[in-house]
């Protein structure tokens, strides 16, 4: 039988003089118990920063022989001891994150070792469930890292990485999501809690969300398919018009619309609901698209104090020419609040909307008045 250890290296510690004889004990040592807990000693220390510098390069020598010992459990035992080191050399941490599970599982979920591309590699290289989800678990999962494991388009690993609040998920990640996973009414519960969600892919999981609750109502209730549509249509409206409220950039008022306009889903009303809660940006940018034009060039005609340009962009967007006179008037008392300081989206702007339409209407008719009074209480709600 081999010679036992020093007392000195039984106590992890304490500083652990790692000798050439206590290597070559370790080599010739065949028991697999010796072995696993020469491991957790040497690699235990290691773990917990309790060597020396000239201990760790001993230690590393140790570690890459370690890792072609035929006994899992040693090299499991490796694993777990130093799988959260910054500093284990990349080749070891490479080698354990390609063995089997027991080794790699703890590598791949917490070592910060791995880079990008080692993960990308190792994902591409495997179609193990178990190490996705691992790699799914990271502390951190770049854009890159989530793209890569969307593409394995698993229902577990997406939930896992969804859940994630580390893990960045880029907007075409969570369109992939919503696309491949709709049907999922708890999956999609968790997307629409993640911080942060661009509205374009928040307005079409409103839109599977809806879809979804029309399918279980028509089954539960065996209700009119056409009476159940407009409740649901209404909700989903309601839900759209909140994230229009929260949407004054123009890179996402472009994202979302032109989402909207692909899904036949950029109603008038809508467009009205947006202008009466001060959105310019969403209003504007919606009839440049409906008229396939410039939104600089929509801007310029909806800003022309004449009524050519307005006039003209409106007729060719398709809105409805009855509706003319009134969306007028709703852009001119807009526009006049908005120069008078009011801020869409505070609790009165919806009063002093309605309030300047009244005064106005009062001195000059104006017909489908009650239409544009009833979307400014309806979105006030």
Not at 76 to 105: C, G, Q
């Amino acid at each position: 039988m081999p010679p036992s250890m020093p007392n000195k290296v039984a106590n992890p510690s304490l500083s652990m003089k790692l000798s050439k004889e206590d290597v070559e004990r370790l080599l010739q040592d065949n028991t697999p118990d010796t072995r696993l807990n020469m491991t957790n000693k040497i690699a235990g220390a290691y773990g917990k920063d309790k060597l020396s510098e000239e201990e760790i390069k001993a230690a590393e020598q140790i570690f890459r022989l370690l890792l072609r010992d035929t006994e899992v459990r040693v090299r499991v035992a490796l694993a777990e001891n130093v799988k959260s080191s910054e500093r284990i050399p990349h080749d070891i941490v490479l080698t354990m994150a390609r063995d089997v599970e027991e080794v790699s599982l703890p590598i791949l979920q917490y070592s910060e070792v791995l880079n990008d591309d080692d993960l990308v590699d190792l994902l591409k290289n495997t179609k193990e469930i178990s190490r996705y989800l691992a790699i799914s678990k990271r502390e951190r999962v770049s854009e890159t890292i989530a793209d890569t494991l969307l593409e394995k388009n698993d229902e577990q690993v997406t939930a896992v990485l969804v859940d994630n609040k580390g893990a960045q998920i880029s907007e075409k990640g969570i369109q992939k999501i919503i696309d491949t996973h709709g049907e999922n009414k708890k999956l999609m519960q968790v997307v629409s809690q993640r911080p942060r969600l661009p509205a374009a892919a928040a307005e079409k999981l409103v839109h599977v969300v809806s879809s979804s609750l029309a399918e279980s109502l028509k089954s539960k209730y065996n209700l009119p398919t056409e009476h159940i549509e407009k409740e649901v249509e209404k909700t989903r409206e309601g839900e759209t018009m909140g994230l229009i409220s929260h949407t004054y950039s123009q890179e996402e008022n472009d994202k979302l619309i032109d989402q909207m306009i692909s899904f036949d889903r950029l109603s008038p009303s809508i467009i009205l609901s947006a202008l009466c809660q001060g959105n310019y940006i969403f209003f504007e940018t919606s009839l440049a698209r409906l008229s396939n034009i410039p939104v600089a060039n929509a801007r310029t005609l909806i800003a022309d104090r004449g009524e050519l340009g307005f006039r003209a962009i409106y007729n060719k967007s398709g809105l409805p020419d009855a509706m003319f006179p009134a969306v007028k008037l709703l852009l001119k008392v807009v526009h006049e609040l908005d120069e008078a300081g009011e801020k869409p989206g505070s609790a009165r702007y919806p009063n002093r909307i309605v309030e300047q339409i009244l005064q106005y209407a009062e001195e000059t008719p104006v017909e489908n008045l009650s239409y544009i009074i009833a979307l400014v209480r309806r979105i006030a709600q």
